[in-house]
Nanobody, 125 residues
Framework: VQLVESGGGLVRAGGSLTLSCAASGGGFSSYPVGWFRQTPGKTREFVAAINWTGGSTYYADSVKGRFTIARDNAKNTVYLQMNSLKAEDTAVFYC???????????????????WGQGTQVTVSS
């Protein structure tokens, strides 16, 4: 499975962006998918995750109520809608997929087999 993120960019505080994670290769539609973010010198941070049906979603407390994760399995794509962006949301955002049904919140980077290359999100204050 290969993952490609898109949709990052520069936005003012309070603005919105939608990130996309497009997958190629078999099996993606049956894999849980997560979004993580990372800033220089820090470890990769969980943002949100979604199970394979899209029926269960999980969020970090820092983004709950502002970000929404969704998927379209017919398009092999997972989205992250980000509203009310803050300067502290500035980071490289990565999507990841796992072929193992861990259960739980899928909030650990160690649970994921496949990673995209990342897309930069910069929020100006």
């Amino acid at each position: 499975v290969q993952l490609v993120e898109s949709g990052g960019g520069l936005v003012r505080a309070g603005g919105s962006l939608t990130l996309s994670c497009a997958a190629s290769g078999g099996g993606f539609s049956s894999y849980p998918v997560g979004w993580f973010r990372q800033t220089p010198g820090k470890t990769r941070e969980f943002v949100a995750a979604i199970n394979w049906t899209g029926g269960s979603t999980y969020y970090a407390d820092s983004v709950k109520g502002r970000f929404t994760i969704a998927r379209d399995n017919a398009k092999n794509t997972v989205y992250l809608q980000m509203n009310s962006l803050k300067a502290e949301d500035t980071a490289v955002f990565y999507c990841a997929a796992t072929s193992f049904p861990w259960g739980g919140r899928y909030s650990s980077p160690a649970q994921y087999d496949y990673w995209g290359q990342g897309t930069q999100v910069t929020v100006s204050s």
